[in-house]
């Protein structure tokens, strides 16, 4: 799968109301609202790596309805973060990455199974540019977690790049 097609497949082509029906009035804005979106506050604050950031240039985000897999790991795709209301990675950021930490602050939600399993973009250190899968039912107990992606015990490496990460979806055969 190239990511044109899963930006297709999700119905999310950004276009002139990509934020909530708001216009952003130049690519300029668009960009800077993609980083504010989604970078966390570490030391070097580059964000997120730039296939994803073109990623978010493009997308708003949306459901693919379960129709896609990443087939090594079996992992289901059910909806991807974006920009519209829904799908938004602000939202799945509090919602994670807030209080109690459910999901290290260096990899953010970026995409979701049907059970609740996140796919996790990494954007700090060697983490960086990486895709994770987050298992929600072995996530470590809070009080015992010292909030490191080497110490969750339960995020595993999917692909070294965002970009490798949307080649390995296939459509799944029942869909």
Excluded at 78 to 89: K, N
Aim: proline share 5%; aromatic share 10%.
């Amino acid at each position: 799968m190239t990511i044109d097609e899963l930006i297709d497949g999700c119905g999310s082509r950004a276009g002139p109301a990509a934020r909530g029906g708001t216009s952003f009035r130049s690519r300029k804005n668009r960009a800077r609202f993609a980083r504010r979106c989604c970078r966390l506050r570490s030391r070097n604050r580059r964000g997120p790596a730039d296939d994803y950031r073109q990623f978010l240039l493009r997308s708003n985000g949306g459901s693919l309805g379960d129709k896609y897999e990443e087939v090594e790991a079996y992992v289901v795709i059910g909806s991807v973060g974006g920009f519209r209301e829904g799908y938004s990675l602000r939202s799945a950021r509090s919602c994670y990455q807030g209080s109690p930490l459910r999901i290290p602050r260096a990899l953010p939600w970026i995409m979701d199974d049907p059970g609740c399993n996140a796919i996790c973009l990494g954007l700090t250190g060697e983490h960086r540019g990486n895709v994770y899968f987050w298992d929600h039912d072995e996530e470590p107990y809070p009080g015992d977690w010292d909030g490191r992606v080497e110490t969750a015990g339960n995020i595993q490496l999917l692909a070294n790049s965002f970009t490798k990460f949307v080649a390995s979806l296939r459509r799944r055969e029942d869909k």
